[in-house]
């Protein structure tokens, strides 16, 4: 069996889509969940794009330790200073330089010529070497590169100490069969590469990125990249969930182990999505909600005499099993701990006691608490920012005048003053929106906004994910409620505070 290492890029390219964007310990959470999902390497950010990305890395990689951390860094001297102040204090310091190799890139983006690229790209990898043990070269755009100017530059690049080479396909634009043959003449051709890593790193704008992994695996690639989700760019990134289950299903084929350890598949899919806003298609492969539902008469007739007639994934496989809740209003503390524990969140005791005081209030309420509202309402506790001065909400009401949707909004504000703020609209949402607006004193562009509910029933709770741009900065809020004009506020005033928050850590930063 062929050893496969999977190299997850959720934090630094998926985050980069528009969009997302998480906070640190947001971040922290989701690099603790691929260490359990088993990802052989976490692309953690990248440490000179901005303060925040620093911190995300510096604290993932102190923290996680089953996984090796990277960051990205360009071919500068500057961004692998920074990466290494970043990446230092991991187990494994990795680094991911990248350089574009490809005629399109080199004339117009960097105005280089090849030979000069070729220079760049060994200091960068040298310089890096005196800190990293672990040092990976991308060769961005590799796929639309000239063959012969690829291979020697893979060759250059191990010549100067890189233990990993990496050969995107940035833009999309490749098929399995080109892409596969690339990774056989890279391995046939470029000097040392039977001694290093190559790894591929597909985009889906053709919707070829697992397909275009899996035949550069088949070709000598021993590393593949991607994210969960496919989140990314444009049309995303490889799907690893995807990628890992395909690989195990049909390991009679591959013959390859990841790693990866597949019941963690679901919980790791359902965070990343929670935390980032993005919705999975319902039949997504995998991972999307329908993807074990069998609708027809004959599929279901079929799966009860024995399921494998219809299905090659069992939920239990990738962890979707769901078991029965028992828990309601009269649950005791315990169970609920239990409960937390079963579905793999530590919380501290106050997180907990804070998260079974929203549970008993949800259950008084709720006919039924789901496993998905405890999902929401564990990660709440777990993600919770505090130390930056920000809006609070006290209530929001709207009433209808003169047939017109009133809104009143009573709030503290960042300094610590309570106020009360009204305004009208043409709806009740629009009438809450410009109330918020007033508050926050500032230009608020909503620029997407979208309620959708967590499970099923009319007492399902609501979450409200709202992408604003709030003095000309673009940022993402989420939150819950049981009435959607609630989480719809809520939603608002954390896309307000986690910008907030963004800027004062960077003047935080500026002031060091
Ligand atoms: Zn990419």
Redesign the pocket.
Known sequence: MRKIDIFD?TLR?GEQSAGINLNTQEKLEIAKQLEKFGVTIMEAGFPASSPGDFEAVNKIAKTVKNSIVTGLARSMQSDIDTSWEALKVAEQPHLHVFLATSPIHMEYKLKKSPEEVIEIAVEAVKYARKFFPLVQFSAEDAFRSDREFLTRVVGEVIKAGATTVNI?D?VGYATPAEYGALFKHLKENAPGADKVKLSA?C?NDLGMAVANSIAAIENGAEQVEGTINGI??RAG?ASLEEIAVALHIRNDYYKTDTGINLRETKRTSHLVSQLTGVVIQPNKAVVGRNAFAHESGIHQDGMLKNPETYEIITPELIGAKVEPLALGKHSGRHAFKDRAETMGFQLTDEQLNAAFKSFKALADRKKEVTEDDLFVLFTGQQIKDTDAPVYKLISTQVEYRNNEPNATIVAETPDGEETTVTSTGNGSVEAIFNTLEKLVQGQVHIMDYRVTSIGKGRDALGEAVINLSYNDERITGRDVAQDVLQASAKAYINAINRQLMKAELRKRAEQQ
């Open positions: 890029t390219d995107p940035t790193h985009h990314g760019e990134n």
